[in-house]
């Protein structure tokens, strides 16, 4: 057999006749040569059930890699089905826990959404409450400005305010702008007035101005007409303020002045026309929710009643001049030497030197007494003033009026002559209290002091 042969093969022969040398020559060691021997050491030999089995390096390893991986294997795949419930469990969990942070995520946003939506309704409704605000103030200042142009007192206009600086369109569109006409500001309610923010809205391609940036430019814009209006109000203020204070002093200068000249208030205000033609009589009432304006105007419409009432009063007292322009006094009032006779003598007027035909004019209202020729006055008009007072204008060459004819303030009543006793043309101008003369000068002098105000 194969197997015998082989085993033979390796063996010397033996010779019948040698058996007693065989065994030692089976004991003998076979040498074999060194390459074999080095080709045997390269190998890897694997004996199983009594068989060798001789491989390569690379056949070697690529079985030991083939059974590590075959290892490696079967232990994931056991790891896996042993594990498998834990493995899937831990990654719904963690899909759960990244949803959740999501729909947090979310809900933080559309809360954030919803407080920006709230906080833009709520500037937008700031908003509206300013503009109404200024609206209101607008108004009252255009009644206040109303008021103030009807009274006689108060002359010329309130100027504009400063125009703040132009605002940039897309800053703040239909924006409130002052009016150049006026002193007070007119407004334009912006378009999207009415608009409101919605929760979600898509997103544009070109991003839109920030609406806080454009609710700040509107406070701006609303800031600055408030101070605008605060400036008109505290001017009007002022001009009313300054009103009263002039009415008031100019009352008490004609209060004064009726003391100082010693006439009864009493008797001249009785004897003062009444103003008007009549009327249902309506008291003046203040309303209960007037602020401190109307509660100054209304005193300030009591004065100047006062003051057109004494105006009327005044108007039959003589303090105005009875020639227009700069006269010189020859004569006062007082003891005086006679131009005719040289000797001591009262004079009981006022000597204005004029030329001849200058126009005389009645220093207060009153009635015509006395027309013509009157002794050494020559030619002479009295006008009664009531109340005790008259006037009397002499030496007239020509006289314009006649007795018993009303006569007012600044009328022609004759012209400046040198009739009677008078040794040039001037006019001799005299006052009278319930028929005495008095210094022409006193009452002149009341009349400086009324027009100084």
Avoid at 2 to 29: I, L, N
Avoid at 180 to 202: C, G, K, M, N, Q
Avoid at 231 to 260: P, Y
């Amino acid at each position: 057999m194969s197997h015998r042969s082989g085993q033979y093969a390796e063996y010397p022969q033996h010779h019948p006749h040698d058996r007693g040398r065989a065994v030692q020559q089976r004991r003998t060691p076979v040498t074999h040569p060194a390459p074999a021997l080095a080709a045997s050491q390269s190998d890897y030999t694997l004996v199983h059930a009594g068989k060798q089995v001789r491989i390569g390096p690379v056949v070697f390893w690529i079985v030991v890699g083939t059974v590590s991986l075959l290892g490696i294997w079967s232990a994931a795949t056991a790891t896996y089905f042993a594990f498998r419930d834990d493995v899937l469990t831990r990654l719904i969990a963690r899909q759960a826990e990244m949803q959740y942070a999501y729909e947090d995520r979310i809900a933080e946003l559309r809360a954030k959404v919803d407080r920006a939506t709230s906080r833009q309704l709520l500037d937008q409704e700031q908003f509206d409450q300013k503009l109404d605000q200024i609206l209101k103030r607008q108004t009252a200042l255009e009644g206040r400005a109303t008021a103030l142009g009807s009274m006689p007192d108060i002359t010329g206009s309130i100027r504009p305010p400063a125009r703040a600086p132009a605002i940039e369109p897309s800053a703040a569109p239909a924006t409130p702008k002052p009016s150049p006409i006026s002193d007070t500001v007119i407004f334009t309610a912006p378009p999207d007035r009415e608009a409101r923010l919605e929760s979600r809205s898509p997103v544009l391609a070109n991003p839109q101005p920030n609406p806080s940036i454009k609710l700040a430019g509107v406070d701006n814009v609303l800031t600055r007409l408030t101070r605008s209006l605060d400036q008109v109000e505290a001017r009007q203020i002022a001009m009313l303020a300054s009103a009263e204070e002039t009415l008031e002093s100019k009352l008490r200068r004609m209060r004064g002045v009726i003391t100082d000249l010693g006439l009864d208030m009493g008797q001249l205000e009785a004897a003062t026309p009444k103003g008007g033609m009549g009327g249902p009589f309506v008291p003046v009432k203040l309303g209960a929710e007037s602020g401190p304006f109307e509660r100054q105007l209304y005193r300030i419409s009591i004065t100047r009643a006062q003051v057109e009432k004494m105006n009327r009063t005044l108007s039959l007292v003589p303090y105005r001049k009875p020639v227009i322009g700069e006269v010189e006094f020859t004569s006062g009032f007082g003891v005086r030497t006679d131009p005719f006779l040289g000797r001591p003598a009262m004079h009981t007027g006022l000597d204005f030197r004029a030329a001849t035909g200058d126009p005389v004019r009645v220093t207060a209202n009153g009635k015509v007494v006395n027309a013509g020729w009157a002794g050494g006055y020559g030619r002479m008009v009295e006008v009664d003033h009531g109340n005790g007072l008259s006037t009397r204008y002499g030496h007239l060459s020509e006289i314009n009026v006649k007795i018993g004819q009303q006569v007012k303030i600044g009328d022609i009543i004759g012209e400046v002559g040198s009739t009677g006793r008078s040794t040039g043309p001037h006019l001799h101008y005299e006052t009278r209290i319930d028929g005495e003369a008095v210094d022409p000068q006193k009452f002149l002098r009341a009349g400086v002091r009324l027009s100084a105000g």
